[in-house]
């Protein structure tokens, strides 16, 4: 049985760090397109990062660019995403989510996906 369990939110003040943890169980999620995702109160869900299986490739909105680093540790069959330099607008509840083999041009689609964590909130106070 896939299930996502995501770990790490928090408070913060602007310009703060907080890495997030996503712990999969039920597949090996090197061999998945893994991507991040957040929604914010009032807003769309929003794609952050993804990494291709193997970790051969990252993408990442341009929200986020040159703030958010998107890892893995294969051997926890974890993923994480790191998040530096934090802004206001970067509070929402962050999720993870597989279900594609390669991440593609459309990773930051939630309807192509299927298999979702409960989310961690993320809240970044000015």
């Known amino acids: 049985q896939v299930q996502l369990v995501e770990s790490g939110g928090g408070s913060v003040q602007a310009g703060g760090s907080l890495r997030l943890t996503c712990t999969a169980f039920g597949f090996t999620a090197s061999e998945y397109c893994m991507v991040w995702f957040r929604e914010a109160p009032g807003k769309e869900r929003e794609g952050v990062a993804a990494?291709?299986?193997?970790?051969?490739?990252?993408y990442y909105a341009v929200s986020v660019l040159g703030r958010s680093t998107i890892s893995q540790d294969k051997a926890k069959n974890t993923l994480y995403l790191q998040m530096n330099s934090l802004k206001p607008e970067d509070t929402a509840i962050y999720y993870c989510?597989?279900?594609?083999?390669?991440?593609?041009?459309?990773?930051?689609?939630?309807?192509?996906?299927?298999?979702w964590g409960r989310g961690t909130q993320v809240t970044v106070s000015s």
């Open positions: 990494l291709d299986p193997g970790g051969v490739g990252t």
């Open positions: 989510a597989v279900d594609l083999r390669f991440c593609g041009r459309t990773w930051y689609d939630p309807a192509l996906y299927n298999y």
